[in-house]
């Protein structure tokens, strides 16, 4: 990977997710698990916030009528009859931890499901500043995570999963994606890995 052409997207660090009272942390059954992804993701951030790489959160926020989830099922459902990231509450924004890297960080508005492509200007963004390389973090690894890389997979761009920077709702459920099903469309390696490719080839 080449720092200049490779983009890190960021999927669903929000309050609702990471924060100690976030409506949907306990999505994640593993004790701890979103605790771990978060600091591993920090930690990726910084180790790479002074290489040229392109660093894009995209978060999900949905109007108070949710009306983009008419027909929800699932966790989608869930959303909705939780009142999680809802436009204007302290769960939809970003956390405070993002924040603190100011405008290194690009943030890509309009998610309103799983794909942050979907709705979004984030492909766009992408090839504006010559994206080739793609590398996904964030929540659920078997939603929205996937559902993104495919995204950028059959945009054209290579894709690669930080395992340990996602988070599935069981451990099981992510060592099966990690194990069986993005190794279909993409690479999976850990931050670290990411970090010291990166560095190494950046300009």
Known sequence: MNSNTTAVILVGYQNDYFAPNGILRGVVEEPNRVDTVLANSLAFIRAISASPVTIIATPIVLEPDYRALANSVGILDKIKASGAFKFGTSGADNIPELVTFGDRITYVTGKVGFNAFSNTTLDRVLRERGIKDVLVAGMV??????????????????????????????????????GNIFPLYGAVLDSPQAAEQLLANAA
């Open 141 to 178: 690894t078997s939603l929205c995570i996937d559902s993104t890389g495919r995204a950028a997979y059959e945009r054209g761009y290579s894709v690669k999963i930080l395992s340990d920077c996602t988070s599935a709702r069981t451990r099981a459920e992510q060592e099966f994606y990690c």
